[in-house]
């Protein structure tokens, strides 16, 4: 071999060193490329949710999660694509559209009510009333709904509140709850009726009640005949989550005896208050729901004064033992409903009652097709004659609803 094949020989090897460097340079830069974007998504989702992400509300991992489907091969990625701006798209497009919430709050008056909405969201909200100060107590339920739009941190939420004076407040309160059952149908059935038009809205206005809470009288017993009565028929229809009203009046032994009472009286009367066991969708939403449904009723207290603790402004309510801090777990469990409305589970309220008490109203409907009003633009949805042929190939059965029934007021036995 003569010098010049030898020069020829290392001139390759340099090359194919330098060719090397730079395609390990470049993954190098890619990495650190995708490390720098996690990082920045991990601040905004942190930033999101207000604080560090729970560890139980994180993406489950690949062994937790559900099988894949065998046809689903995972792919090799090469570099960095950008899938994950996808995120930032959805965030920009929520900022702009805003959300919607509407809530339903149950319970004979004084138990603060008004108080305790006004407390969630920090705002007049509603205007509390005390009893006995001049107001007359309403001869009927007399459901009333207010609508403000509350804006944080450029995030706008359109909120409504429905209060349902007068529930319980009579000597004979037989089927008190039928307004509330009424109001709630109708909200579904406008739902309906805009969904079934021909030329729908680009955006259907949404007034179904998303979640109710029912205030429990801190007797210190169990539920009453009344409470089990109406449980039974609300829980059917929307997502309850029922808490223990006025909690300072009791001590925490009293307190905690009579969060197992109600716990086995709901257990026993078949009483499912969200979050309900079936719906826990993986692991980690077992392990969260689990722990909130332990402490199912909240003992809570609501307060909208601020006052000077220790030389910090808190919300609470001022007595003469002391004063009683409606955001300190030691007083009461008012930051565990906060947290369960708005912080944590706000989304998974809305998407419960779209996709199975709505769901369940609108199959029970459509089955009646054929009494549904004649309006403009209406759908003829009774069933395709049976001369029609069906189409070749097999089909995949429709996907049944989590619940198969939508409960009448007389009628407590499912399908």
Request: glycine share 6%; proline share 7%; charged share 25%.
């Amino acid at each position: 071999m003569d010098a010049d094949d030898q020069q020829q020989e290392c001139h390759d090897a340099c090359g194919q060193d330098q060719t090397a460097n730079l395609e390990h340079s470049r993954h190098s830069a890619a990495v650190d490329f995708m490390n720098e974007e996690k990082t920045e998504e991990k601040w905004w989702q942190e930033s999101l949710f207000l604080g560090p992400m729970d560890p139980l509300r994180q993406s489950p991992s690949p062994s937790s999660s559900r099988a894949s489907s065998p046809r689903t091969l995972p792919c090799e990625m090469l570099g960095y694509v950008g899938i994950e701006a996808v995120l930032d798209q959805l965030k920009i497009k929520a900022m702009k559209m805003g959300f919607e919430f509407n809530i339903m709050v149950v319970g004979q008056s004084g138990l603060g009510k008004s108080t305790m909405v006004n407390t969630l969201f920090k705002s007049k909200m509603c205007k509390s009333t005390m009893p006995g100060l001049g107001v007359p107590t309403p001869q009927t339920l007399q459901l009333q709904s207010v609508t403000h739009v509350i804006e944080e941190s450029g995030v706008k939420l359109k909120l409504t509140v429905t209060d349902t004076p007068g529930f319980g407040d009579q000597i004979n309160n037989d089927k008190c709850w039928d307004p509330i059952l009424g109001y709630i149908s109708e909200q579904y059935e406008k739902y309906l009726q805009e969904e079934i038009l021909i030329t729908r809205q680009r955006h259907i206005p949404d007034t179904r009640v998303h979640c109710c809470v029912y205030f429990v009288p801190p007797t210190g017993h169990c539920l009453r005949p009344l409470d089990i009565e109406f449980l039974q028929r609300l829980c059917r229809t929307v997502n309850v989550v029922p808490v223990i009203a006025r909690a300072d009046s009791l001590t925490i032994e009293e307190r905690e005896a009579f969060r197992h009472r109600i716990q086995e009286n709901l257990k026993t009367h078949g009483i499912e208050v969200y979050p309900q066991k079936c719906f826990d969708e993986d692991i980690n939403d077992k392990i969260l729901n689990s722990k909130i449904r332990e402490r199912i009723p909240f003992a809570v207290v609501g307060a909208d004064r601020e006052h000077i603790v220790n030389g910090r402004c808190v919300l609470g309510r001022k007595t003469k033992w002391g004063i009683i801090e409606v955001e300190n777990m030691a007083h009461c469990e008012f930051p565990l409903l906060r947290d369960l409305l708005i912080r944590s589970h706000l989304q998974d309220l809305k998407d419960i009652t779209h996709n199975v008490h709505y769901e369940n109203y609108r199959i029970f409907r459509l089955n009646e097709s054929h009494v549904l009003p004649r309006g403009p633009g209406w759908v003829n949805l009774a069933p395709a004659p049976a001369s029609i042929p069906a189409p070749a190939g097999p089909q995949a059965s429709p996907r049944p609803p989590k619940v198969c029934w939508w409960a009448k007021d007389n009628s407590d036995e499912e399908c």
